[in-house]
């Protein structure tokens, strides 16, 4: 993707790649002509579609190419448990961290915000505010983005299969108690970004019935109740003690395992 700056006057339009060359710092665009740009990566492969995106005074121009896949088999698999302290936890113990991108950020909205109620409307000084605001959310939205693509990138890199729970998250955001901390942490951009980047590496992404992860034993299958406030996984039955979490990556991918056999 490359990006440039200009008047926003149109949101989307599609240019033919037929008239497309990139040379250094400059795209060359059919009806559009020479423009200067910041480059984020390489081209690589044959351009086969060019999409022009104009958002908040800035054009992005995506282009996306035909490559050959590179599948580099490592044979593990992974179950992968969403929270909100941590983004994702993993079966092997691994735990990312979940940035909260937009809690940190609250203070300066609030404070655009303010200033924005206070302007007149139809103002040049409100128009001025105002695409202040949408920029710092643009800028909390791609920060939470860059995250879940590098968390994703690593979870291709090292597992051929990665399952997490099918959790419908529109039902969930309806607890206003939670709400922000959901749309904070970004779980199906999570799930999303894995799953488009499994599926070009030749790799797999399974779903799974989320029910009861949390409370199921991992070892032995006994159901062991216990608050959100419990955080860590003691089975009377076995014995077995870890992390609450953890415990439910394990079940998570003990269920794909299983709906993987059942199909075969």
Same mark, same amino acid.
């Given at each position: 993707?490359?990006?440039?700056? $200009?008047?926003?006057?149109?949101?989307? &339009? %599609?240019?033919?790649?037929?008239?497309?060359?990139?040379?250094?710092?400059?795209?060359?665009?059919?009806? /559009?002509?020479?423009?200067?740009? *910041?480059?984020?990566?390489?081209?690589?492969?044959?351009?086969?579609?060019?999409? /022009?995106?104009?958002? +908040?005074?800035?054009?992005?121009?995506?282009?996306?190419?035909?490559?050959?896949?590179?599948?580099?088999?490592? $044979?593990?698999?992974? $179950?992968?448990?969403?929270?909100?302290?941590?983004?994702?936890?993993?079966?092997?113990?691994?735990? %990312?961290?979940?940035?909260?991108?937009?809690?940190?950020?609250?203070?300066?909205?609030?404070?655009?915000?303010?200033?924005?109620?206070?302007?007149?409307? $139809?103002?040049?000084?409100? *128009?001025?505010?105002?695409?202040?605001?949408? *920029?710092?959310?643009?800028?909390?939205?791609?920060?939470?983005? +860059?995250?879940?693509?590098?968390?994703?990138?690593?979870?291709?890199?090292?597992?051929?299969?990665?399952?997490?729970?099918?959790?419908?998250?529109?039902?969930? /955001?309806?607890? %206003?108690?939670?709400?922000?901390?959901?749309?904070?942490?970004?779980?199906?951009?999570?799930?999303? &970004?894995?799953?488009?980047?499994?599926?070009?590496?030749?790799?797999? /992404?399974?779903?799974?019935?989320?029910?009861?992860?949390?409370?199921?034993?991992?070892?032995?299958?006994?159901?062991?109740?216990?608050?959100?406030?419990?955080?860590? %996984?003691?089975?009377?039955?076995?014995?077995?003690?870890? +992390?609450?979490?953890? +415990?439910?990556?394990?079940?998570?991918?003990?269920?794909?395992?299983?709906?993987?056999?059942?199909?075969?």
């Amino acid at each position: 993707m490359s990006s440039f700056q $200009g008047d926003e006057s149109l949101s989307q &339009f %599609h240019v033919s790649t037929k008239r497309i060359s990139l040379k250094g710092k400059y795209i060359t665009l059919s009806k /559009v002509g020479s423009v200067r740009i *910041k480059l984020h990566r390489q081209m690589q492969g044959a351009i086969k579609t060019c999409t /022009v995106i104009a958002k +908040n005074g800035w054009y992005y121009v995506c282009l996306s190419c035909e490559i050959e896949t590179q599948t580099r088999a490592t $044979g593990k698999r992974i $179950g992968v448990d969403l929270g909100l302290k941590h983004l994702a936890i993993t079966s092997d113990g691994n735990f %990312h961290d979940a940035p909260k991108y937009l809690r940190k950020s609250e203070r300066q909205l609030k404070k655009l915000q303010r200033i924005v109620s206070r302007r007149k409307k $139809g103002s040049n000084r409100r *128009k001025k505010v105002v695409a202040l605001l949408a *920029k710092k959310h643009e800028y909390i939205a791609n920060q939470r983005r +860059n995250n879940a693509h590098q968390v994703s990138r690593q979870l291709i890199n090292h597992y051929d299969l990665i399952a997490f729970e099918d959790l419908k998250i529109t039902n969930m /955001v309806k607890n %206003h108690h939670l709400a922000k901390s959901i749309a904070d942490v970004g779980w199906s951009q999570l799930v999303q &970004f894995t799953a488009y980047k499994a599926e070009s590496a030749g790799k797999r /992404v399974v779903l799974v019935e989320p029910r009861n992860t949390s409370q199921q034993c991992s070892n032995c299958d006994e159901m062991v109740k216990k608050t959100l406030a419990v955080r860590t %996984h003691r089975c009377p039955s076995c014995g077995i003690e870890c +992390n609450r979490d953890v +415990n439910a990556a394990k079940n998570i991918l003990k269920r794909a395992s299983q709906q993987l056999s059942n199909v075969s």
